[in-house]
């Protein structure tokens, strides 16, 4: 499969926090984007970083890439409870997307 | 300025039936991407279109077809309806075929 595939499946902290999630593919990509999905809803786009970034910030979230390793995190910090919700990366290659299959985060207030 | 639209909302089916969704994308987007979401997994890739042409395709059979009308508004057509094509359909409009993906809300189809 050419999909990403998201670690953890799920993760529970407490509000403050800061929440870790990391995903890992098998092509070369154009470029690497993360999504949040609130039970079952529409995808909201969070940060796209290109194949030749290597880090990517936007308010409480940081994205890195490794090309190399194939693999990008996505890092949240001080986490909220209106965090809570599923968190999917999603590779571009060639114009095709592929998803993988989520981290459910829940955050505790 | 809206974002993507997608009717209808929610959909019940009869397997072997046909059925027809919509996407509207955001103003001044011209690519749309059509993507199938079973419960608890990630969106599948459908198939992408831009000027009016199917551009990528999925691993999806010829059971799902689409079109894109001139006003980049996009169709997806599913023929003899599964169980299985149960899902969450999402739609999903950018600038250009490699930008960042705006989505809508989703169409739930039930095939029973």
């Known amino acids: 499969s050419q999909q990403g595939e998201e670690d953890p499946q799920a993760l529970s902290i407490q509000e403050g926090e800061n929440a870790t999630m990391n995903c890992s593919y098998k092509t070369s990509i154009n470029n690497l984007q993360w999504y949040r999905q609130n039970s079952g809803r529409g995808l909201v786009h969070l940060i796209l970083i290109r194949s030749n970034e290597r880090e990517k910030h936007s308010g409480r979230l940081r994205v890195t890439l490794d090309t190399s390793k194939k693999s990008s995190s996505l890092l949240i910090t001080a986490s909220r409870a209106a965090d809570t919700a599923s968190y999917f990366c999603?590779?571009?290659?060639?114009?095709?997307?592929?998803f993988g299959s989520g981290t459910k985060l829940n955050v505790k207030p | 300025d809206a974002g993507v639209t997608q009717s209808p909302t929610h959909l019940i089916k009869t397997r072997g039936q046909q059925v027809t969704l919509r996407c509207s994308p955001k103003?001044?987007?011209?690519?749309v991407s059509w993507y199938q979401q079973a419960l608890g997994q990630g969106p599948q890739f459908i198939f992408q279109y831009y000027e009016e042409e199917e551009r990528q395709r999925g691993n999806f059979p010829d059971r799902f077809s689409g079109h894109q009308f001139p006003n980049y508004s996009s169709e997806l057509n599913v023929n003899a309806l599964l169980l299985g094509d149960s899902a969450l359909y999402l739609c999903a409009s950018s600038l250009d075929p490699r930008g960042q993906g705006y989505f809508g809300p989703g169409t739930r189809l039930t095939v029973t």
């Open positions: 999603a590779t571009n290659n060639f114009n095709k997307f592929y």
């Open positions: 103003s001044g987007h011209d690519t």
